[in-house]
């Protein structure tokens, strides 16, 4: 298990330099600012139960933060491609999926590999 959080970590990462490096449209939410709201989650999506209080905050965060397109459809790259880069099965992909609603909000993004970011232009409430 803390293997596979090790390498989760690492590829959220990896994900946040290439968007730094590539630049592409004017976003303000980092790769890396994804990962560290996410991070907390980690344990939920390993073990599922309740999410913690640190990964409903995270969540939030991240959802209050996407405040113009390139923002949102930049969280919606980092989800997505942090999610294409780890060994993943279909419970903890569906954990990942239901993770907004149980921690009380409707997300506007769908937690998939197979998402289409540019679809994200509208602000959701959170």
Known sequence: M???RVFMLLCMM???MVALLLGGAKATV???Q??????????YLEKGGT???GCCNGIKSL???ARTTPDRQS???CVKEAISKVKYTSTNLGLAAGLPA???FKSPYKISPSTNCTRYTKKHEV
């Open 51 to 53: 999410p913690g209080a």
């Open 30 to 32: 980092t790769c890396g």
């Open 75 to 77: 969280v919606c790259n």
């Open 34 to 43: 994804v990962a560290n709201d996410l991070t907390p989650c980690l344990t």
């Open 63 to 65: 959802y209050a933060m």
């Open 2 to 4: 803390a293997c596979s």
């Open 102 to 104: 149980k921690c009380g």
């Open 14 to 16: 990896a994900v946040s």
